[in-house]
């Protein structure tokens, strides 16, 4: 049977997030290597050369699934027929730069990105936010978008839900795959939260396995919440191919699902759950299921987890109060 390519739009497809996805996407990692894809590629106007190579390159690699591939700097085509968007392109900080100034520029490009996505996506369009920061700058492209499901939009903490499996994997002497319900909480930022007491490592409790409060709260949890600045330290450039991993990894868990006795972690709308104000834009535990998730519920949260996960939402509120204040939601 052939099947309908499925029309995937990826935003700062120039940069080098984007070089290291579209590859990806297009050789099948993404959504499945039995589905076509079409490529939508947006850019800004200074942008589009380097996307028209990177599109000559994805032509020289004869990727059996790739059907197309369109290169605009026009949103309203960029998301015409959409069924997943990744927006990639962001407005990074520069010196001197406030952060109410990094949330305003942000909001001149998420703002109308959702707008885009309202009037021109398809009807089962999956958003996938990963410019930073990335929480509110989903909640800005979601509050332009009231056509849409506010659920279609989401965050992507999954890069730290993988940076926090490798830390756990090592302490523990155990490989990723023997370590199942691990749960980032809160912000893409410093102020996340990993949490391993709901964790199980080959099936035993992972914070009884690892029995040492002091390595998490002074070397697990740091080390996770601040890997992106030590890679930037380190490469003297953000994470890029770990990034897109993360990407296509989130995409794929939300459209295919979690494995049997295992979630995974995305920013989502807060429904309210474990104290989380509704309508933030905050990661949570979730199970994914035919192209739908639903939060892990009932989980018990100690006061080691609850001072953490609120320190985290309290900067989501703060962020969501400064664009709410610039008339960006
Ligand atoms: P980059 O600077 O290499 O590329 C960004 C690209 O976006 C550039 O080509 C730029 O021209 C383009 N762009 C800017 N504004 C745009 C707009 N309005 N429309 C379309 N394209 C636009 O950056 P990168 O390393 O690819 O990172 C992209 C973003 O991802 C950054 O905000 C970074 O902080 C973030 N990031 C998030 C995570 C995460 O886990 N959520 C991880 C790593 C990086
Ligand atoms: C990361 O987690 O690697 C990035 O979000 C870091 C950054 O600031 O781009």
Same mark, same amino acid.
């Given at each position: 049977?052939?099947?309908?390519? $499925?029309?995937?739009?990826?935003?700062?497809? @120039?940069?080098?997030?984007?070089?290291?996805?579209?590859?990806?996407?297009?050789?099948?990692?993404?959504?499945?290597?039995?589905?076509? $894809?079409?490529?939508?590629?947006?850019?800004?106007?200074?942008?589009?050369?380097?996307?028209?190579?990177?599109?000559?390159?994805?032509?020289?690699?004869?990727?059996?699934?790739?059907?197309?591939?369109?290169?605009?700097?026009?949103?309203?085509?960029?998301?015409?027929?959409?069924?997943?968007?990744?927006?990639?392109?962001?407005?990074?900080r520069?010196?001197?730069m406030e952060r109410g100034d990094l949330l305003s520029a942000n909001g001149g490009?998420f703002k109308?990105?959702?707008? @885009?996505?309202?009037?021109?996506?398809?009807?089962?369009?999956?958003?996938?936010?990963?410019?930073n920061p990335?929480n509110t700058n989903a909640l800005i492209?979601?509050a332009?978008?009231?056509?849409?499901?506010?659920?279609?939009?989401?965050?992507?903490?999954?890069?730290?839900?993988?940076?926090?499996?490798?830390?756990?994997?090592?302490?523990?002497?155990?490989?990723?795959?023997?370590?199942?319900?691990?749960?980032?909480?809160?912000n893409?930022s410093?102020?996340?939260?990993?949490?391993?007491?709901?964790?199980?490592?080959?099936?035993?409790?992972?914070?009884?396995?690892?029995?040492?409060?002091?390595?998490?709260?002074?070397?697990?949890?740091?080390?996770? @919440?601040?890997?992106?600045?030590?890679?930037?330290?380190?490469?003297?450039?953000?994470?890029?191919?770990?990034?897109?991993?993360?990407?296509?990894?989130?995409?794929?868990?939300?459209?295919?699902?979690?494995?049997?006795?295992?979630?995974?972690?995305?920013?989502?709308?807060?429904?309210?759950?474990?104290? $989380?104000?509704?309508g933030l834009i905050?990661?949570?535990?979730?199970?994914?299921?035919?192209?739908?998730?639903?939060?892990?519920?009932?989980?018990?949260?100690?006061?080691?987890?609850?001072?953490?996960?609120?320190?985290?939402v309290k900067e989501l509120e703060e962020e969501r109060d400064a664009v709410r204040a610039l008339g960006l939601i």
């Amino acid at each position: 049977m052939t099947r309908t390519p $499925v029309n995937v739009t990826v935003t700062g497809a @120039a940069g080098q997030i984007g070089y290291a996805l579209l590859f990806r996407i297009a050789s099948g990692h993404l959504l499945g290597s039995d589905v076509p $894809v079409n490529l939508r590629l947006l850019e800004i106007p200074q942008g589009l050369k380097a996307a028209e190579g990177t599109a000559m390159e994805l032509d020289d690699c004869a990727f059996p699934l790739l059907r197309g591939i369109e290169i605009t700097d026009d949103p309203n085509v960029a998301f015409a027929g959409a069924n997943v968007a990744l927006l990639v392109g962001a407005r990074p900080r520069t010196a001197g730069m406030e952060r109410g100034d990094l949330l305003s520029a942000n909001g001149g490009i998420f703002k109308p990105q959702g707008k @885009a996505i309202n009037d021109n996506a398809a009807d089962d369009i999956k958003v996938l936010v990963v410019g930073n920061p990335a929480n509110t700058n989903a909640l800005i492209a979601q509050a332009a978008a009231p056509d849409v499901p506010a659920e279609r939009f989401t965050a992507m903490t999954r890069l730290d839900h993988n940076r926090a499996l490798s830390q756990l994997a090592k302490k523990t002497g155990t490989t990723v795959s023997d370590i199942k319900r691990l749960t980032i909480w809160g912000n893409h930022s410093a102020t996340q939260y990993p949490d391993i007491f709901h964790a199980e490592v080959s099936g035993k409790n992972a914070a009884e396995v690892v029995n040492d409060e002091q390595w998490l709260a002074d070397t697990f949890i740091p080390t996770v @919440a601040k890997r992106g600045a030590a890679i930037i330290e380190a490469r003297g450039a953000s994470s890029a191919a770990s990034a897109a991993n993360a990407a296509i990894d989130h995409v794929h868990t939300w459209v295919n699902g979690t494995a049997a006795g295992d979630w995974t972690s995305m920013g989502i709308v807060s429904d309210g759950s474990y104290g $989380v104000p509704a309508g933030l834009i905050s990661s949570f535990p979730v199970t994914t299921k035919d192209g739908a998730f639903e939060i892990v519920q009932g989980l018990d949260i100690n006061e080691f987890s609850r001072a953490r996960i609120d320190a985290s939402v309290k900067e989501l509120e703060e962020e969501r109060d400064a664009v709410r204040a610039l008339g960006l939601i």
